[in-house]
C-alpha cells in the first residue's frame, strides 16, 4: 500500500506539471520512476505476496522468501530514487536487473514449492501461466541491451522490445496471475468450474496474449501477415473471456454470500474494466481506431491506465478485501477506495475523450489539465485513506 500511495503522488506531480510547471526535477525522468514504481512497486509486490499467503501459507522456508523479499524492496527503492535523478543510466539500470534476477528467484522458488499441487487446478494453470509471462517479458530488457549496442536505440525496433516487455508485463503476468488468484478464491469458497470450459477459457487466452503482441506492432509498417494474426488473436481473446465470464458468473450467488459489499463491487468493476480491455484491443485492429490509438497520447495513457488501474488495481483490492487482508467494512477503505473509483472512471473519460473529438468532430475538453489533476488528487487521497485505515494490519 506504500507503493500504491507513492505510485498516485508521482502520478498527481506530473498531472501538476501541466497545470503549474516545476523546474525541479526532469519530466521524462519521474515519468519512468512512475511507471517502474507502478509495475515493481505496487503491482508486483501485491501478487507476490497474495500468491505466498495464499497457496504457500504453512509450507514455506519463510527465511528465503523473505530475504528474497527484501532483496526486492532495495531493487525497487533504488529504481524510485535513481529514475528520478538520472533516468536511464548505470544505477538505475543496475537496480533494474537486479529486480530481474530477483524475480528469476520467484519464479523457481515458487513453482518448485507448488509442484506437489494439483497441476490441472484452473487456478494453477493462470498462476503458473502468469510466472511464465514474467519470464517471458524479462527477455525485453535483454533484448534492448543488445539493440543499444548495435546503435539501434530510437529506432522502430527499440520502441518494438520495449512493447515487448510491457506487453507480457501487464497483460500476461499482471493480468493471468489476478485470475488465477480469483479463481482459486472462488474455488475456496466452494465453486466448481466445467472442465470443457476452462479448457476453452485457459487456451484461448493463453495463446490469444501470445499473438495479441502483434497489436503492437500495427503503428509501425508492417506485412500483411502480422495484421492477419493481430486479428485472430483478439478474437479469441474476446472468445476466451466470454467462457471465463461463464466460470467466474455460474455460482456468483454462492460465491458471493457473505462477502462485503466492497469486494464484490470491486470484483465486478475489475471484470467489467477486463471486458472493456479485450474489446478496446479488438477494435484496434480497425485501422480508423487503430490509427487514434497509436498516435494520440491521452488515449494510449487512457488504455494503460484501463489496466493498470481498472483491471489490475482494483481486482487486487478486490482481492485482499475479500480475503479480509483489508478490512472492506472499515469506513476509511469504503471512503478511500469510492474516491478511487471516481476518479479513475472520469480520469478514463477525460483521457479516452480526444478520440471521439477525432471521429465525430465534438468539441474538446477545456482545461482538460486542470481536471486530470484534480481527478488525480481524488486517487491519491483514495490511495491513503485505503491506506492509513491498514496501517495496523499484520495478517500477512
Not at 224 to 243: E, M, T
Not at 307 to 327: C, P
Request: aromatic share 18%.
Amino acid at each position: 500500500m506504500f507503493y500504491l500511495v507513492i505510485v498516485a503522488l508521482v502520478g498527481t506531480y506530473l498531472r501538476l506539471l501541466f497545470v503549474y510547471p516545476i523546474d525541479l526535477f526532469i519530466f521524462e525522468n519521474i515519468l519512468h520512476s512512475h511507471s517502474h514504481t507502478a509495475m515493481l512497486g505496487w503491482i508486483y509486490n501485491a501478487l507476490f505476496l497474495a500468491m505466498l499467503y495464499f497457496y504457500l501459507p504453512e509450507k514455506i522456508d519463510p527465511a528465503k522468501y523473505s530475504l528474497l523479499f527484501w532483496l526486492t524492496q532495495i531493487s525497487i527503492i533504488g529504481m524510485l530514487i535513481t529514475f528520478s535523478w538520472q533516468g536511464y543510466a548505470s544505477l538505475s539500470i543496475a537496480f533494474s536487473t537486479m529486480h530481474i534476477f530477483c524475480s528469476y528467484a520467484f519464479i523457481i522458488f515458487f513453482l518448485s514449492d507448488t509442484r506437489k499441487f494439483d497441476q490441472n487446478s484452473l487456478s494453477i494453470k493462470f498462476i503458473t501461466a502468469g510466472l511464465f509471462f514474467l519470464f517471458l517479458s524479462s527477455l525485453g530488457p535483454w533484448a534492448l541491451v543488445l539493440v543499444i549496442m548495435k546503435g539501434l536505440a530510437g529506432t522502430d525496433l527499440y520502441s518494438q522490445v520495449i512493447y515487448f516487455y510491457l506487453h507480457f508485463q501487464y497483460n500476461g503476468w499482471f493480468i493471468f496471475s489476478l485470475i488465477g488468484l480469483w479463481l482459486g478464491f472462488f474455488e475456496k469458497r466452494g465453486a466448481v468450474f466445467n472442465p470443457k470450459h476452462s479448457a476453452i477459457a485457459f487456451n484461448a487466452l493463453f495463446y490469444s496474449i501470445i499473438g495479441t503482441y502483434a497489436l503492437s506492432l500495427l503503428g509501425f509498417r508492417i506485412p500483411v501477415f502480422v495484421w492477419v494474426i493481430a486479428f485472430i488473436s483478439a478474437s479469441a481473446q474476446l472468445f476466451g473471456l466470454r467462457f471465463l465470464y461463464t466460470l467466474l458468473f455460474q455460482n456468483e450467488a454462492k460465491i458471493f454470500s457473505g462477502l462485503p459489499r466492497l469486494a464484490q463491487l470491486l470484483f465486478r468493476l475489475c471484470f467489467f474494466a477486463l471486458l472493456l480491455k479485450v474489446i478496446f484491443q479488438f477494435l484496434s485492429v480497425l485501422p480508423a481506431v487503430g490509427s487514434v490509438a497509436y498516435m494520440n497520447r491521452d488515449v494510449a495513457i487512457g488504455f494503460i491506465h484501463l489496466v493498470m488501474l481498472g483491471v489490475v488495481t482494483i481486482g487486487l483490492l478486490g482481492w485482499y478485501s475479500g480475503n479480509g487482508l483489508i478490512n472492506a467494512n472499515n469506513i476509511l477503505v469504503k471512503t478511500g477506495a469510492l474516491l478511487l473509483i471516481a476518479g479513475l472512471v472520469f480520469n478514463e473519460v477525460i483521457l479516452f475523450y480526444p478520440a471521439l473529438v477525432t471521429w465525430f468532430r465534438v468539441s474538446p475538453v477545456m482545461d482538460s489539465a486542470y481536471i486530470l489533476f484534480i481527478l488525480s488528487v481524488t486517487m491519491l487521497f483514495g490511495a491513503i485513506l485505503i491506506s492509513i485505515a491498514n496501517l495496523g494490519k499484520r495478517k500477512l
